[in-house]
Structure formats: C-alpha cells, structure tokens
C-alpha cells in the first residue's frame, strides 16, 4: 500500500507500510528444537517410518514443475528467464544434482525438521539442511538473515525459505512427524526388548534346586558350563540357580506370543501413518477394493500440499506462475472408460475439438478433425440450436408443388 498526495497523483517517494507490531514478537532468533536425531533413529530402524517417509519424498519428488508465465508480482530475482528458471526447476537444478535428488533432500528435511531452506547464488539452486540454519528475525520487516552453522551468512534475497504449518512459530514449521515422537519411542523400546528377551533368553526353562549355600565361583561354572553344552544362542534356555532352600512358586506366565506385542505395534504403526498422511490401506497386503480411492485421497491430502508449499515459495522468488503437472500420475487419472465418455461428450457437445481429445487421451492428431462440431438438433436448426422448426428459407417439397 502506498502513499498519495491529496491532489491525486502518486507521490515521488513511495513508501511500502510496514507492520507495526514486527518489532514486539518475542522470536528473534529461531533454530531448529527438533530432536533430529530421534526422528533420524526412527527412520533408519522403524519399518513403517522408514516406507511411510519414503513414499511422501519419492512420489513428492517425482511431480514436474510447469512454468508460466510471469507472476502479477515482482519476484526477488530480477531479469531471469523463464526457460532458466523451467531448467533450475525440472532438469538440473545445480551442476551436481539431477532434479530429482535435489527434491528428495528437500522433502526430507520437510518431514524430519518441518523446514527447506533453499540457497540460490544467482545462477543455481543449493539444498541446505534445515536443522544447521538460523532465522534471524528484523525489527521492521520479516528477516534479517539466515546463518548456516554460525558460520556463513545469507542475505533474505538469496534463501527460499518453504515453513510446515506452526501454532507457536513464526519463522519455523513443525515436522508432521513430531506428534508421533512418543509413539515411534514406544516402538523402539517393544523392539529392543525382544532383542533382549531372544538374545538372553529371559525366560529360563530349568530350575536347578541345592538344599546348601552355594559360592558364586560354582554358580558361574555350572552356568558356564551349561552354556557351553546347550548353547542358548542356539535356542537352548538358561538355568535357573536357587540355593539355600529358595523355592520358586510360578515360574513365569509370560508366553512368546505376549511377549510379540503384534496388535500394539499395529496399533501404533497406524497412528504414525494417520500423522504422516498416508492411507493405511495402502500398506497393507491382499487385494483390496479401496485402493484407488484411497491413493487419490493421499494425493489430493497429503502429496500435493506438499508439493504446493514448495512451487508458492518458488513462484514469489522467481516471480512465474507455477503449477504442478499431474498428467502422469494414474491416481489422478479417471478411468479410460470414464475418460473416453467424458472426452466423447466434450466433443459432441462442441466444446473442444476432436484433435484436442485425442492429445488427452494420448493419440495422434488426424486430418480434418480440427474443427468444433456443431451439436445436431432435431427440434430446429443444426447451425442454430435457438431457432426453433423449420431453418428460415427452406420450403417442403410439398408446398413447392402446390404453388406450381
């Protein structure tokens, strides 16, 4: 918003309003507060992460950019073309990374952190990763700088910065993971108890009695010696010493399938892909009716925002019109009967041109089919479907005769 003279013509000296309350937010320095390294650790050792993660970066990654043209806004960088800025987006973004490498970096920094950071040093695009960069909040307008390490500083016009949705932060976003955190921690733990139980084989199957004190030396032979006969490694179950008259009334009553914690790992595998957006259904094995339905919906929900958040953050830096090319992804695409009926009726209609049809539907174009058919009506004119009856200077045979 600009300011005007009272005789109604712009003022030389234009000035942007400001907001007044930047000055008073608390936040002047934001870092990363994730515990990246749990995040890290579920990811590398929990099965579902690990597919749940992969899926979003991977199919995220794999969507073109469509450039445009220029945006009603001024971008940040000035004089770029668009054939460059289609290139840095969809082919080669830097002189090291192919494009689609350089998406899944940024979408798992998206993921694990809820931030990317991009740096563009006036010709290429460099991913940063989002845990080592610090937002340095402006007393008057948005940011100050962005540090990377504490070590290198960048200016507001060299970073694209793309924030996942935060209540309490204004410069960071917060990971879709995080919700998950005690749960992922949950499943760690059911993991590495039965590693415990299986390796030390916990649950001992003999019990060795001896009316008479025995020292710790003989303890540790008989143990060492049944070891070494029955291997518990193997399979074999340690023995359990009771000396001194020490009777043992229940043994255990944990069994192997209790100990498996099948139904809360389940349990807890849905939460962490209900907080992730991915349809569970889509993990699951067998042939199941509501597939197709269910990969729309984590397309539409959850791959597509995604993907958005980026091209907006991009669209303001480079100032094109960008959009996401869904063509190619089947779980967008109508069934090819319901496509060829819908294309059928488009046509006939006279809304697009047989030609345009085919392109759709992925056919070469034919000769003669690049005009717009006039849809037939029988209740009055082909050329002119208002006119009602007979076309306007078109005799009956009949009345001909009569005349004559």
């Known amino acids: 918003m600009a300011w005007y003279n009272p005789f109604g ?7 942007e309003k400001l907001n007044p309350a930047q000055q008073y ?7 990363s507060r994730e515990p990246i390294i749990k995040y890290e650790q579920a990811y590398e050792q929990l099965e579902i992460v690990n597919r749940a993660v992969n899926m979003i970066v991977d199919d995220a990654a794999e969507i073109p950019t469509l450039v445009g043209g220029p945006h009603r806004g001024s971008g940040v960088v000035k004089g770029i073309k668009r054939s460059k800025v289609s290139l840095l987006l969809n082919q080669e973004p ?8 350089f998406k899944r970096n940024l979408m798992i920094d998206f993921l694990l952190d ?13 991913h940063l990763p989002a845990d080592k960069v610090t937002i340095h909040a402006d007393s008057d307008t948005y940011v100050e700088k962005y540090t990377f390490d504490n070590k290198i500083t960048y200016s507001p016009s060299e970073i694209v910065h793309i924030k996942e949705n935060s209540f309490y932060s ?5 990971p879709r993971l995080k919700p998950a955190l005690k749960t992922m921690q949950l499943m760690l733990k059911m993991k ?5 139980f299986f390796k030390n084989g916990a649950v001992p199957g003999l019990v060795l009695k001896s009316p008479n004190t025995l020292s710790e030396k003989i303890k540790e032979r008989m143990m060492l010696s049944w070891q070494t006969r029955y291997q518990p490694e193997a399979g074999g179950r340690r023995p359990l010493i ?3 008259g020490i009777e043992v009334d229940s043994l255990s009553n944990i069994n192997f399938k209790e100990l498996d914690f099948q139904n809360a790992i389940a349990e807890n595998e849905k939460i962490i892909l209900k907080a992730l957006g991915v349809p569970p259904i889509l993990l699951d094995s067998g042939n199941n009716a509501n597939i197709r339905p269910n990969m729309r919906m984590y397309y539409l929900e959850t791959i597509l925002p995604i993907v958005r958040k980026l091209n907006f953050a991009l669209e303001r830096f480079f100032g094109f019109d960008l959009a ?12 090819l009967r319901d496509a060829s009926a819908y294309y059928s009726s488009l046509v006939n209609g006279g809304i697009i041109t047989p030609n345009e049809a085919r392109d759709r539907l992925g056919f070469e174009p034919v000769e003669g089919a690049e005009e717009i058919r006039v849809p037939a009506n029988i209740a009055g004119s082909a050329s002119n479907p208002d006119q009602g009856g007979r076309p306007e200077g078109e005799e009956d045979s009949g009345e001909q005769a009569t005349d004559s």
């Open 9 to 15: 013509r712009k003022s030389s000296r234009t000035e």
């Open 25 to 31: 937010y608390t936040e002047k320095t934001s870092t």
């Open 94 to 101: 830097n002189p090291f990374q192919d494009i689609n490498t």
């Open 114 to 126: 809820g931030n990317m950071f991009i740096y563009y040093d006036g010709a290429h695009l460099y």
């Open 170 to 174: 204004l410069y960071r976003g917060v």
């Open 192 to 196: 590495s108890f039965q590693d415990n």
């Open 242 to 244: 009771l000396d001194g």
């Open 324 to 335: 996401e090319d869904i063509t190619e992804i089947p779980a967008l695409q109508p069934e």
